[in-house]
């Protein structure tokens, strides 16, 4: 090599070798201080993607332990609530196996069931209270998850269900429901049951349901109604057709689904007020004592206002009022008018009485029974003419005093999956006399009186012949629902037997599900870990073979940087020459 002065090869040399020991060294110190041998795309793309993907399972695989662990936590807080039901079933077997016997008193036996029957409600509260993290478990409720699968414990990496999640079902473990283990409840409540809505026995709704939340297709405006034994005063069947009885009318809106249907009607009874004319015929020129047609009936909420009598009055402040204006109109034109006019309300007719419904269930605000408010001359004879009687309390008034209305569950709404995937429904009320207390009526003629005029049609499937009742309070539920008699402690021994071995199974099935959860987080535990060893394989570094790589790089290093400081000194070679 000729000595220049121009360029210094040698240094240019040192200086590259240097500098790529020093980006090798810089590698050894970032794969050293991380601990991970790939730290980006540029030291192994296809060991990225992979350990990427490693990653991900890895850490849906330590949350799927978390979900079977939680799973786990639920059947045990449910398994624990059945060992108590445990208990109670067998004293329930006890009580009755006493009250079998012919050494005890009609009285007695009467003792004896009201612990009987305390048993069983003790069974239907903590099956009905018994929740984890808010989610019901006893009351059958589990079983129309995922459209009666059961809850979903997810545990795997993807969507397959023969890989990723199984169901669990719980069963209904209450002692007085049909559904449940059918032991105890005493008779108190009358349930009416329909067949498939869409299947065989009823049909509704336009075609079979096999969703909550299936749409009642081609129901809008129809409805159904329900009568009531409300005041216990009725021990014929027929009699709750009457409108005194009627204690929910619920009309479908166009796109309501089954179950918002269900949700509607589970609010509570529809509020109601009863003005009572004590005129013979109801019509207006008897109810004012006048021939003219200048006073006013209203029934008030909030800021709805509705009138009977004076066609003056077609508007105060901005409200409804619904005025005749005709002496000889019946109390019938009232009801009329209120049918076609209000969004919020409907009404009937029986005799002279009217009744006002409001149209949804559930709480409403305060009513006023109003007085005319406008100074008209015939105000006091319209007062003592009209009462005003609040139908679920029995307060009366004449006028100007509010009461609090609705809300009062008299019936309640349920929906269970059958075998075929539709949906039956099922109405139960609650007993409060000897008869039957709950009838399902019709909407329109033929009901025992005409609701045609609140403008529903039929809800296919929901009329008497949709239903059947399969259980009258009268009839004593079940067998095993009471021990007031010999024969039927006898009967109750069979029936509690029954449901101890109901019981369980659904306990067994608890103890299968909790074991398989348990094997289910031991696999997930060794596949975690296998696949952990997996993708630190790939992305970890050997710190012993790094270590030594550096070391080499750190000497070569320091070599080069010598050998650059010679190379940079020896072009001065060249001034010896020049001197």
């Known amino acids: 090599m000729s000595l220049v002065i ?25 794969r050293l201080s991380s601990g991970l041998r790939i730290n980006s795309a540029g030291d192994d793309a296809a060991g990225l993607a992979i350990r990427e993907l490693m990653r991900a399972d890895i850490a849906v695989m330590w949350q799927g332990i978390r979900n079977a ?79 009666g699968q059961g809850m979903k414990i997810h545990f795997g990496t993807g969507n397959s269900a023969a890989e990723d999640y199984y169901f669990i079902t719980i069963g209904d473990v209450r002692a007085s429901t049909e559904s449940g283990l059918k032991v105890g409840g005493d008779a108190k409540n009358d349930i009416w049951a329909q067949g498939g809505l869409g299947g065989a026995a009823g049909g509704c709704c336009g075609g079979g349901l096999t969703s909550l939340n299936s749409v009642l297709t081609g129901q809008s405006g129809n409805g159904f109604s329900y009568g009531y034994n409300w005041d216990d005063t009725q021990n014929v069947d027929a009699n709750l057709d009457s409108p005194s009885y009627l204690a929910g009318l619920y ?13 509607s009607v589970n609010q509570g009874t529809q509020a109601r007020v009863r003005l009572n004319f004590t005129s013979a015929t109801g ?71 009217v009744f006002v419904f409001a149209r949804q269930g559930g ?42 209305l609705g809300g009062e569950r008299w019936a309640t709404m349920n ?22 207390d709950l009838r399902i009526l019709n909407v329109g003629s033929g009901a025992g009186f005409d609701l045609s005029m609140a403008g529903l049609g039929q809800l296919a499937g ?13 009839d004593g539920q079940w067998v095993g629902a009471h021990i007031r008699t010999q024969s039927h402690a006898q009967e109750a021994l069979d029936a509690i037997q029954s449901a101890i071995e109901r019981k369980d199974i659904v306990r067994a099935n608890l103890g299968a599900y909790q074991n398989r959860l348990e094997n289910t987080i031991t696999n997930l535990s060794i596949m975690a870990e296998n696949l952990q060893s997996s993708e630190s394989r790939i992305s970890d570094v050997d710190v012993a073979v790094e270590m030594t790589e550096f070391t080499r790089n750190n000497i070569l290093a320091q070599a080069a940087v010598s050998m650059l400081g010679q190379a940079n000194a020896l072009p001065q070679l060249a001034l010896s020459l020049l001197q």
């Open 6 to 30: 121009n360029h210094n090869l040698m240094a240019m040399n040192a200086a590259r070798n240097l500098g790529s020991i020093y980006s090798r060294l810089a590698t050894s110190t970032e």
């Open 69 to 147: 662990s939680d799973g786990i936590s639920l059947i045990q807080t449910a398994e624990g609530a059945m060992a108590v039901i445990d208990e109670k079933l067998t004293r329930m077997k006890e009580l009755a196996e006493q009250a079998a016997t012919g050494t005890y008193t009609t009285i007695q036996r009467e003792i004896m069931n009201s612990e009987y029957i305390a048993m069983s409600n003790e069974i239907d509260r903590i099956a009905n209270a018994t929740e984890f993290n808010g989610i019901k478990m006893l009351d059958g409720s589990l079983s129309t998850f995922h459209g």
């Open 251 to 263: 009309r479908v809106s166009s796109g309501m689904t089954l179950q918002q249907l269900i949700n």
């Open 283 to 353: 019509t207006f020129a008897d109810i004012m004592g006048v021939s003219t047609s200048s006073g006013a009936v209203r029934v008030c909420l909030d800021d709805e206002v509705y009138y009977f009598g004076s066609a003056s009055l077609s508007t105060v402040n901005g409200k409804e009022n619904f005025a005749l204006g005709s002496a000889a109109q019946a109390s019938s034109a009232l009801v009329a008018r209120i049918n076609s006019s209000s969004t919020s309300f409907w009404a009937i007719q029986s005799g002279a009485n």
């Open 363 to 404: 709480d409403r605000d305060t009513w006023l029974a109003c007085d005319d408010g406008l100074g008209l001359a015939t105000s006091a004879t319209v007062l003592n003419r009209i009462t005003w009687q609040n139908m679920e309390t029995f307060a009366t008034n004449n006028s100007g005093t509010s009461f609090g």
């Open 415 to 436: 929906a269970a999956q059958r075998v075929a995937g539709d949906y039956g429904v099922t109405l139960n009320g609650r007993d409060v006399g000897s008869e039957m």
């Open 462 to 474: 929901f009329d008497r012949s949709g239903f059947m009742e399969i259980q009258n309070a009268a």
